[in-house]
């Protein structure tokens, strides 16, 4: 039986199946038999592209992957209803392909969603940071957070209250689990690792000093690391893939999130992160697109970049060491032991954030063979700081 899911103002097709994520193969025949009825099952191909401990996606389709029609199948991961609310994102589909910035989102399913397939290249780290390529992806990012809320109702920035939700996930797996069973470094890495109490107290102070800086609440993707981005060269675009986290949040975190992924995902390595003329580069880029989206002048003066800059250093930086990047590596963090990346313990200090400090978090966040006792990429760029502190 099919019912409607209501999203950004229409009905969404709802499939009642359920796939076996593994054994996919009949559920999704069964479902592509509504999607795409004149495909014979015997010459449907799939292909799957990612299969991880959050989705799993399989692009279905006749002839060839590149021809229109293309449809791919995401099932969900066990239990990320947890930290991701499907309904939202379902929506955050809906507007962007509103705003042609998406995919188009074909159906939802029991355990996944069907949406459009996006032709081009996954993008790597060298693409990543090519002058044509991130200027368009700064471009796309401006326009994108042009997008304005639904009858212009006020919002809040999603941030603090994704930073609660995992911190209580996160308490609430501890409680339930044997005393140091969450935990699968050594006893003196445990000893590092900071206690609700300090989180929470370390995220209000976060909270009181990023909301003093007046970054714009805009219509953010939240997660834009290089597999999230497809480039097609043929026709000189880029778009985003991935809505599980967009929603309404700060301009600068969305910027310095994304600044924050040139450093690397598996291999991290910090003297990767921008330098200021590619920052600079890439932020001018991205005022143009912004200003252009939202109907003001073009005209980009150096102030406003330096003022942008400063700004998503402080996001990029801070939360990076006291909390976003910490619970990047906790978003599955209900259950630890899955996690190795909880292993790599962070230090965590209350008081002024000097250049040092920072040099000492990364030093303890990065895995063992990136480890460096210096980073001086980033002590440039937190020497800029007019003065950070935090308690």
Not at 13 to 18: A, M, N, S, T
Not at 72 to 92: A, F, I, P, W
Not at 106 to 131: A, H, M, W
Not at 277 to 288: F, H, I, K, S, V
Request: aromatic share 10%; net charge negative.
């Amino acid at each position: 039986m099919d019912s409607g899911l209501v999203g950004a103002g229409k009905q969404l097709l709802h499939v009642d199946i359920y796939i076996d994520e593994h054994q996919p193969s009949r559920g999704i025949l069964a479902l592509l038999s509504r999607l795409r009825p004149n495909w014979k099952a015997q010459d449907i191909q799939m292909k799957t592209f990612t299969e991880g401990i959050t989705n799993q996606l399989i692009g279905c389709y006749v002839g060839s992957l590149l021809e229109p029609g293309c449809v791919l199948v995401r099932l969900y991961g066990k239990m990320t209803e947890l930290y991701v609310n499907r309904d939202h994102e379902v929506e955050m589909f809906q507007i962007l392909h509103a705003h042609r910035c998406g995919p188009e989102i074909y159906c939802s399913f029991q355990n996944g969603i069907c949406y459009e397939f996006v032709r081009g290249t996954v993008l790597d780290d060298k693409l990543l940071r090519q002058p044509s390529i991130y200027r368009l992806i700064a471009a796309e990012m401006g326009k994108i957070h042009s997008i304005q809320p639904k009858s212009g109702r006020p919002v809040k920035p999603v941030l603090w209250t994704k930073m609660s939700h995992f911190l209580k996930l996160v308490q609430s797996s501890v409680s339930s689990s044997p005393a140091g069973q969450w935990y699968i470094g050594s006893s003196a890495d445990l000893q590092k690792v900071p206690s609700f109490k300090t989180l929470s107290q370390e995220m209000e102070s976060l909270k009181r000093h990023l909301s003093e800086i007046d970054s714009p609440t805009v219509l953010c993707h939240n997660d834009l690391l290089t597999k999230n981005i497809i480039y097609n060269e043929k026709e000189g675009m880029v778009k985003f893939i991935d809505y599980e986290y967009a929603d309404y949040n700060y301009q600068a975190f969305d910027i310095g999130n994304h600044f924050n992924e040139f450093a690397g995902v598996n291999d991290v390595n910090y003297d990767l992160y921008p330098s200021w003329e590619l920052q600079r580069d890439w932020l001018t880029a991205y005022l143009e697109s912004y200003k252009h989206s939202t109907g003001r002048e073009v005209t980009v003066t150096e102030a406003e970049v330096t003022q942008l800059y400063i700004q998503v250093c402080k996001f990029s930086l801070v939360l990076l060491l006291e909390g976003l990047e910490y619970l990047n590596i906790m978003r599955l963090a209900y259950a630890f032991q899955q996690h190795p990346y909880v292993c790599r313990a962070v230090e965590w200090r209350g008081g002024n954030i000097s250049p040092s400090y920072f040099n000492n978090l990364l030093f303890q966040l990065a895995p063992p063979t990136q480890r460096k006792p210096n980073h001086p990429q980033l002590t440039h760029h937190c020497s800029n700081f007019d003065g950070l502190h935090l308690s």
